[in-house]
Nanobody, 120 residues
Framework: QVQLVESGGGLVQAGGSLRLSCAASGRTFSTYAMGWFRQAPGKEREFVATINWSGGRTDYADSVKGRFTISRDNAKKTVYLQMNSLKPEDTAVYYC?????????????WGQGTQVTVSS
């Protein structure tokens, strides 16, 4: 069982940066692949980024490649999403999720989300 709590969201101007954190509970965090997703108002939830258990493999949505970086600290049971060069279209609720497998993933555990708002 893994419980996830996101933090770090907020209001930022276009071109700015934010770092989201997702703190996990449970002894098996280091065995899970982790993902970040987002959902904008009136839109479906979409994939943002994923990282395998060791941090050695990552993948990103095309829309965030080169701007966002996912990382993890297994000792702190935390996964991060560094977001740079933010755009108004990045405005959404961001969720982290845990999967027992990296590929293909099956995200069984989800956080409650953190709001990111990018003003133009």
């Amino acid at each position: 069982q893994v419980q996830l709590v996101e933090s770090g969201g907020g209001l930022v101007q276009a071109g700015g940066s934010l770092r989201l954190s997702c703190a996990a509970s449970g002894r098996t965090f280091s065995t899970y692949a982790m993902g970040w997703f987002r959902q904008a108002p009136g839109k479906e939830r979409e994939f943002v980024a994923t990282i395998n258990w060791s941090g050695g493999r990552t993948d990103y949505a095309d829309s965030v490649k080169g701007r966002f970086t996912i990382s993890r600290d297994n000792a702190k049971k935390t996964v991060y999403l560094q977001m740079n060069s933010l755009k108004p279209e990045d405005t959404a609720v961001y969720y982290c999720a845990a999967s027992r497998t990296y590929s293909p993933p099956k995200y069984d555990y989800w956080g409650q989300g953190t709001q990111v708002t990018v003003s133009s």
